[in-house]
């Protein structure tokens, strides 16, 4: 089946970094979605993605939809602690099928 | 607004009972999924289901699991007879429509003893 390549796995930073993460793809997506799951929660939409090239802002969070329709990235600037928890990207094929990320885990350095 | 509403919360059974999780989706939304999730995994799709109609059950093991969601009331994830390998995080989505932007519970937390 379809597999979205998620990296970093996992990213160790200091409070006031920026963060960078993408997801890639062989197949092309209709639709690119970034969701944040807190420790012990249910993931939380960040930002969705509907056209190529699209650039979005949430905040201080970014993401993009490439231009291949392959892949997309999410930056995060000025990272705070409540940034902590697991990032999923997701991508919605021609068949409608929601095809997700493994996840990146972002670790606050103390 | 209510949000998704699942329960309980976490659950805890013996190996060989059954184990049923509720879902009621946001108000205004018809559709819902359930997702299990593993210790330090991400999330895998069980089954997709609309008002009385399950739409896409291809996540679903073949044996033993059973998901409805009926014209009146919540939607059931039912696990019967349970084995120590069910145990997870199970988390049901809802969505007005299909776009991919899901809301999520707060997720049922499965323990089998």
């Known amino acids: 089946g379809q597999q979205l390549n998620q990296s970093p796995q996992s990213m160790f930073i200091q409070e006031g970094e920026d963060v960078s993460m993408n997801c890639t793809s062989s197949s092309i997506f209709n639709t690119w979605l970034w969701y944040k799951q807190d420790p012990g929660e249910g993931p939380v939409l960040l930002i969705a993605l509907y056209k190529a090239g699209e650039l979005t802002s949430n905040g201080r969070l970014t993401a993009q939809f490439g231009i291949t329709r392959k892949d997309s990235f999410l930056n995060i600037s000025a990272s705070i602690p409540s940034d902590v928890g697991i990032y999923f990207c997701a991508g919605l094929d021609s068949n409608y099928q929601l095809i997700w990320g493994a996840g990146t885990k972002l670790i606050i350095k103390p | 607004n209510a949000g998704v509403m699942q329960n309980p919360r976490h659950l805890v059974r013996r190996r060989g009972q059954e184990a049923r999780l509720r879902c009621s989706p946001m108000k205004g939304h018809s559709h819902v999924y359930w997702y299990r999730q593993l210790p330090e995994e991400g999330l895998k799709f069980m089954v997709y289901l609309q008002k009385e109609n399950i739409i896409d059950e291809s996540g679903m093991p073949k044996e033993r699991f059973s998901a409805e969601f009926p014209k009146e009331g919540p939607s059931i994830l039912r696990i019967q007879q349970v084995v120590r390998g069910d145990s997870a995080a199970y988390f049901c989505?809802?969505?007005?429509?299909?776009?991919?932007?899901?809301?999520f519970g707060e997720g049922s937390r499965l323990t089998v003893l």
């Open positions: 989505a809802s969505s007005p429509i299909w776009t991919g932007e899901l809301f």
